[in-house]
């Protein structure tokens, strides 16, 4: 109101969905909170998932906890202040091959079995990993309103593929994992 008064008029977005967008933004981002007991698991530290999975029983499990953060990530999408919907449909997408080359998916079983007898698909933390690293650039995406969806094919699809390409082939001896 005081801003009208003095002449100056805000922008229809800050108007009508301000807080709201803040506060969904904050519960996606809060979302990556829920991958901490996979990535855990697979790093040797169980308790956390352990934990969950006895006390929850299967909505506890690291493939119910992908879901929820699933679904708290489209809520930030469609209440957030997302501008382009292509890269985040694509990150979720590609992001989703990665989560399931790395937890047992039931029914993304065709895609994890022969993937783990390729050398540098066989680390699932690696592929885990990759799996955010694509929901974060996804979301960085998202606010750039010039870019085409050739850029987001570019950065969301090849650049990981062969970030994870390079990873698995190389980090696994750096690591002492092979």
Known sequence: ????????????????GGIRQKIFNVIGWLAFILLAPPVLKMLGLPQLQDFLSQSLGSFGSPVALVVYFYALLFLRVFFGSDQRYTPILL???????YFSLSLD???????REPAMSVSFLS????????????IFLANALSGAKKARWPVDVLVLVLLPAVALILAGTYLPGLLGLS
């Open 1 to 16: 109101m005081s801003d009208q008064i003095q002449g100056r008029d805000l922008p229809a977005a800050r108007q009508a």
């Open 91 to 97: 990150g979720y997408l590609v992001s989703f091959v």
């Open 105 to 111: 998916i039931g029914f993304m079983a065709w895609l």
């Open 123 to 134: 680390y699932p933390v690696i592929s885990f990993v990759t799996g955010v690293v694509v």
